[in-house]
Structure formats: structure tokens, C-alpha cells
């Protein structure tokens, strides 16, 4: 199946979700001298002349569909040219264009644009990410020998940062879509078409992009209205021309306008710049209209070192939302393809039963395909580093209604191309009981360099996902004395998996070990993502800097987690106790109000020191005291139990990015 099917997170136009508000009404009053500022600071030459109440029409081809080069040869011949809108990452694979076509395609008069590398919603990356989805997509189609000087937003996503830095990179303009007025419900009161020139250079308007809704009386009327009603540019998009049914997959995407439909609109489009003289059209490329010359390239920055150890993850337990209010957390993306609607959203509680968020996709209206979570298919920014010929340990907890779920993984190649890799077993619906999958990966193929995995959802239901896990197996650290019987093993492999612990020489862990002070900040300092520790002097007299961890018994003291003794000292050798244990916690999470209703224990009394500390660790299920009711405050904690501490408190106030 197409890249486009199986990344894109709905079938139908998405743009008036992702238009931020107001931004219609503030485009349109924008004076038509705008254009003459914003050429005169960019460097453009001015755009070709257009007559006053002259309709041009451009016939613009998203995504680099193969498809495509058919419709190319159609409108060729009958005199008019297109602009081939290509997102490097998409070409040269199965069912997309190669180099040879696009050479071909601009060799024979037609322009060819880029589109982002990886067809990224553009509003929901990283200020790097940012330049690497649009100037380095403009230096690959370069190094092609492709004449780039305009560009498409996917999905139309875009706002005042987007526009940037297409100016920025480079571009001469950046087109937009679903701002004409069309048989699309809701845009009755938008314009007939975009002015000449163009209010704003960066975001340019088209109409919906045409799909198999639209017939050929559809088409022509976005041409007719705009000749009845002053003229003006009417740029209109397609995707797939023809039967639009991927060969691997037998499914049609429903972006798709037949051959006789295209093909009788383009001789109708012909005759009309041919023989209309009372309400004239013409023909033009992107580049026609907007004129300028073509920019230097501009260098993207490179993608940052890969991650190899730990949880490759980025933004795991789904805390930290997307940006520009997306509905999909931080470095995830919806996915998905075939006859189906997705629907996702942000709930809450988490699989642990806290106030942590979750990601929830609703399928409906299911004929064929699938609905998907998936780390995002970018240049770098947020997809998991791979090795080839490595395997994954991948884990995710989930609950669903309907539908089967599985693992669906992805590999990014060398030249920044995402392409399917493979699907897990299956997993049958859990009726609402949060349960936790593992799989581990085949070798990762020769040559990429990136993975992405997450679950889907296969038919009517609902799937809600959380807390996932990536680790490279070359690094999964097993302890000999930790069987996967032991009461603690998903809690302790997770702790070393994350490398919060690394054990001991002999290959053990000693669950049973009581833990020392000294230990105990190790722990929490890794936990914390081993951060930088502010610069000071010695903060305890009985922790030299030759000490082991003194740099993270520094850290601790400066973020307030340990006040040492009357004494002065720290007493890193002493053991630590579980009522000391619960204020080391409590402190870390920055000393939160304590619940009215929080439990109690009937050996903690309002006289402890540590009180309301083991209070809100029972609170918070990061304890669950003994089988007899007691917490045993003085009893001195074990490496297991504080594995299960640390464990339980991340699922309460997971990092997030």
C-alpha cells in the first residue's frame, strides 16, 4: 500500500481542522499592493501579468503519485502544463514517482515543487525539524536537477512559523488549500478564487483537493465561478488519477479522480483557454503566476546524534501534547489507510489509574484498512534511532473494543524515505482491561537508519495505548538472580533498561540488598535523566568529591531532595529507610499538597517526621503498604522494593520530553 495510506491520519480533506482560527478572514482583507512589499524584501521579480478579470487556472499533482505521469502526458498534449508538488522521501520508491520522472515531467514544460520530505503536518515539529522537512526536501529535489521554487504544505497545515520558513528557505510562495469556495459544505461565503497577485505569498488559496466525490460538472464550476465573478487564480489539486487501488494492498485511496473524469476536464479546460474570449482562462504553472527567480539553497541543519541506549522512545507515556493543539501527543502521529474514519483523542487516566494522559483512536464506518499510533515519521527529531541487523524489545500497554490490534513498524532509509517494514501478531480486544504486549522486532533491514512502531486497531472499536518501550536487545540488561517469576522482574528490567540501574559485576542484582543513601541518589539521579549539576562547593563534609556518587549526592541536595543530618553530614553508607524513602519521593515531585483523604496507616501516626510523606505515597499507589496494613516506616528498604517505588511513581509522573 502508499506511504500516503498508510501515514496519513484521515482519508477525507483535513484543512478547516488544521486552518488556525480566523486565519480566512484575515487573509482575504489584505490589500493587493501587499504582494508588491513582500516581493520588493524578498527578492522576487515580479510576477508575470495577468489582464484585469482574467481567471488563470493551475493544475497542481500532490505527493509524487506514479499515477500522475499519465495525467502529465494528457494535459501535455493538449498544450497545458501542471505543477508536481514531490515530497523527496516519497520518490523512487514502489507506486511513486522516480528521479527519471520528474526530470522527465519538468524536461517536457511542467514544474515541479517541493511538498516536505516526509509529507510532515508542518505545524507539529521542532524549529529543526522544521528546516529539514522543507529546505532539505528543496536541496534533495536540487540535487536532482529540478528547478524548485515552490511549495505545497501537507495537509495544509501551516501558520506565521511555516510561512517562514518557506520564505526562508528559499521558496517564492507555499500553497495552501480549502480557502475557495467549492461544493464543499462550509465554504459558501469563501472567495471564487485567490486574487492576482496573491495577498499573501506564503500561503496561497486553492479550493478542497478533488477526490472521487467530485465529478466533472464539480470541477468545471471551480473554473466558471471564478469567470463569472472577476476572475482571479484557481489552483486545483489532485492526487490520484485513475483507478487510485494500491497493487500490494487492493485498496483504493479516496483521493482519487478517474481517467475519462480528468481527461474530459482537461479538454474542457483546453477548449476553454482556446476559444473563450468573453470570459478568457488561462493555463498556468505555479511558476507562471508567481514569477521570481530560483533562490540559493539553504543548508538544513543535521539531525541529532542517534540514541542507542535506553528508551528509544521519545515522549513514551504520551504526557507532553503536540504542538499548534494537536490532537496527537508530542512525536506521535495518527496513521492509518483504506475505507475507514479515525478519530483521535487525548483521555485520561493513564493505565495506571493516575491523571496521566493516554491516546485514544476511535475507528468507524470500517470497509477495509487500519487506525494507528505512531512515533513520528520525521528527519531525526523524534523517531527512534535504529541499527541494522539489531532487533527491538518493543512493549505498550493497551485496552480496546473491537477490533483486533497489532504492532505496525516502519523503517526510514538513508535518503529519509519511510518505508512499511512489518506487522506483529495479533492481539484480541481486552474488553476495557489495560494489558501490556511485548514483540521483538526482526532484524532491523541493511541500510536504515530510523524505526517507528506502534499499535493499531483493526476494524470497528476503540484502542487506547499508553505507556510504550523501545529498547535495542544488544543492551536489554538481564540479572542472573532475577528470574521472570520474581515478584519485581517488570520493574527491575525496566529500571535497567532505562539505566537507572546497571547492577552488579558479578551479573546480579540482589533484590534483598537494603539500599544506601549513597546508592539511593544514584538511583534518582539517573532516573532524573542524569541532568547537569549545578556548579558549588562540597555540600557534605562526609562526601569528598573522590567519592563514588558525589556528583549525584550534589544533585540531590541542590534540587532539595535530601537536607542531610543535624550533623552536617550526609551519611551516604547508612541504610535508607522506607518513611525516608517516601520524603526522597515526595521532595522530588516538588513537596505537592497532601489529599484530605489520603490513606492512613496504623504504624505512620500524625507524629512521624514523615507523616504526610507516606501518606502521599500511598496516595499515590506508589506504595502499597504490607499484607497486615503497616507501611513499616523504620524498616530499611530493599534494591526490589525501591525498584517497584521508582517503577510505580514514573507511571504517576511519567517525564514526558
Same mark, same amino acid.
Given at each position: ?27 482575504? #482583507? ?10 520588493? +524584501? ?16 493551475? +493544475? ?44 522527465? #515531467? ?26 529539514r522537512q522543507i529546505c532539505g526536501d528543496r536541496v534533495t529535489l536540487a540535487g536532482y536537477g529540478l528547478d524548485i521554487q515552490n511549495f505545497a504544505y501537507p495537509f495544509a497545515a501551516s501558520n506565521a512559523t511555516t510561512e517562514a520558513e518557506a520564505a526562508a528557505c528559499g521558496y517564492n510562495s507555499a500553497r495552501g488549500l480549502g480557502d475557495i469556495r467549492s461544493k464543499v459544505v462550509g465554504s459558501e461565503t469563501f472567495p471564487f478564487a485567490e486574487t492576482l497577485p496573491p495577498g499573501n505569498l506564503y500561503y496561497t488559496g486553492a479550493p478542497d483537493q478533488l477526490d472521487e466525490t467530485w465529478t466533472l460538472a ?17 489552483? #486545483? ?6 483507478? =487510485? ?72 507515556? #504520551? ?5 499548534? =493543539? ?14 475507514? @474514519? ?26 477495509? /484498512? ?32 473491537? =477490533? ?23 492481539? +484480541? ?35 487506547? @495505548? ?95 531532595? @535530601?537536607?542531610?543530618?543535624?550533623? =552536617? ?15 526522597? +519521593? ?42 497486615? /496494613? ?28
Amino acid at each position: 500500500m502508499t506511504l500516503l495510506q498508510r501515514y496519513t491520519a484521515v482519508s477525507e480533506p483535513r484543512h478547516r481542522a488544521e486552518r488556525p482560527p480566523g486565519r480566512r478572514k484575515s487573509r482575504w #482583507l489584505a490589500a493587493s499592493t501587499t504582494v508588491a512589499l513582500a516581493a520588493s +524584501l524578498m527578492g522576487l521579480t515580479a510576477p508575470a501579468a495577468n489582464a484585469v478579470g482574467e481567471t488563470v487556472v493551475t +493544475l497542481t499533482f500532490d505527493d509524487a503519485n506514479v499515477d500522475q505521469v499519465a495525467a502529465a502526458a494528457t494535459i501535455n498534449s493538449l498544450g497545458m502544463h501542471g505543477t508536481f508538488f514531490l515530497p523527496s522521501g516519497f520518490m523512487n520508491r514502489p507506486n511513486y514517482m522516480t528521479t527519471t520522472d520528474a526530470q522527465a #515531467l519538468q524536461a517536457a514544460g511542467n514544474e515541479i515543487g517541493g511538498h516536505s520530505v516526509t509529507h510532515a503536518d508542518l505545524t507539529g515539529v521542532g524549529t529543526d525539524e522544521l528546516a529539514r522537512q522543507i529546505c532539505g526536501d528543496r536541496v534533495t529535489l536540487a540535487g536532482y536537477g529540478l528547478d524548485i521554487q515552490n511549495f505545497a504544505y501537507p495537509f495544509a497545515a501551516s501558520n506565521a512559523t511555516t510561512e517562514a520558513e518557506a520564505a526562508a528557505c528559499g521558496y517564492n510562495s507555499a500553497r495552501g488549500l480549502g480557502d475557495i469556495r467549492s461544493k464543499v459544505v462550509g465554504s459558501e461565503t469563501f472567495p471564487f478564487a485567490e486574487t492576482l497577485p496573491p495577498g499573501n505569498l506564503y500561503y496561497t488559496g486553492a479550493p478542497d483537493q478533488l477526490d472521487e466525490t467530485w465529478t466533472l460538472a464539480d470541477i468545471q464550476t471551480l473554473v466558471t465561478q471564478a469567470q463569472a465573478n472577476g476572475g482571479g487564480w484557481v489552483q #486545483l489539486t489532485f492526487h490520484h488519477v485513475g483507478t =487510485g487501488i494500491d497493487p500490494s494492498s487492493g485498496v483504493k485511496d479516496p483521493l482519487t479522480v478517474s481517467t475519462d473524469t480528468f481527461n474530459q476536464f482537461a479538454t474542457w479546460l483546453a477548449n476553454q483557454a482556446a476559444t473563450n474570449t468573453t470570459n478568457p482562462v488561462q493555463v498556468k504553472t505555479v511558476k507562471e503566476v508567481i514569477g521570481g527567480t530560483t533562490k540559493p539553497l539553504v543548508a538544513a541543519p543535521p539531525p541529532p546524534a542517534p540514541q542507542t541506549t535506553g528508551n528509544l522512545i521519545k515522549n513514551p507515556s #504520551l504526557e507532553t501534547p503536540g504542538l499548534a =493543539g494537536a490532537i496527537v501527543p508530542r512525536c506521535w502521529q495518527g496513521g492509518g489507510y483504506g475505507t475507514n @474514519t479515525r478519530t483521535f483523542s487525548i483521555v485520561t487516566p493513564g493505565h495506571a489509574g493516575t491523571a496521566t494522559a493516554a491516546e485514544q483512536l476511535v475507528v468507524s464506518g470500517y470497509t477495509n /484498512g487500519d487506525g494507528k499510533l505512531l512515533p513520528t515519521l520525521d528527519t531525526g527529531e523524534c523517531a527512534p534511532s535504529a541499527t541494522p541487523g539489531h532487533t527491538y524489545l518493543a512493549k505498550a500497554w493497551y485496552k480496546s473494543t473491537g =477490533g483486533n490490534t497489532q504492532f505496525d513498524l516502519h523503517y526510514r532509509t538513508s535518503t529519509g524515505t519511510w518505508v512499511y517494514w512489518t506487522s506483529g501478531p495479533l492481539y +484480541l480486544p481486552t474488553n476495557n482491561v489495560w494489558t501490556q504486549v511485548t514483540y521483538t522486532t526482526p532484524a532491523v533491514p541493511a541500510g536504515a537508519t530510523a524505526i517507528s512502531l506502534g499499535l493499531n486497531i483493526i476494524n470497528n472499536g476503540t484502542l487506547i @495505548t499508553d505507556d510504550y518501550e523501545l529498547y535495542d536487545t544488544a543492551g536489554v540488561k538481564t540479572f542472573t538472580d532475577i528470574p521472570s517469576t520474581f515478584l519485581f522482574y517488570n520493574e527491575i528490567s525496566w529500571m535497567a533498561n532505562n539505566l537507572i540501574t546497571t547492577g552488579y559485576a558479578d551479573g546480579t542484582f540482589k533484590p534483598g540488598l537494603t539500599l544506601d543513601r549513597g546508592m539511593m541518589a544514584a538511583f534518582l539521579y539517573r532516573f532524573a535523566g542524569s541532568p547537569a549539576v549545578p556548579a558549588g562547593a562540597q555540600r557534605f563534609p562526609d562526601v569528598p568529591t573522590t567519592h563514588d556518587f558525589y556528583k549525584e549526592i550534589q544533585w540531590l541536595a541542590s534540587q532539595g531532595i @535530601t537536607q542531610g543530618f543535624a550533623d =552536617g553530614g550526609y551519611h551516604p553508607y547508612e541504610q535508607v529507610n522506607r518513611d525516608q524513602m517516601a520524603a526522597f +519521593l515526595y521532595r522530588m515531585n516538588g513537596k505537592p499538597a497532601v489529599s484530605a483523604t489520603a490513606p492512613v496507616f496504623p504504624d505512620v501516626g500524625p507524629g512521624n517526621g514523615f507523616y504526610n510523606e507516606v501518606r502521599w505515597l500511598a496516595d499515590m499507589k506508589i506504595t502499597l503498604g504490607y499484607a497486615d /496494613g503497616t507501611f513499616k516506616p523504620g524498616a530499611s528498604i530493599n534494591r526490589d522494593q525501591v525498584a517497584a517505588f521508582i517503577y510505580r511513581y514514573n507511571l504517576n509522573f511519567p517525564k514526558g520530553m
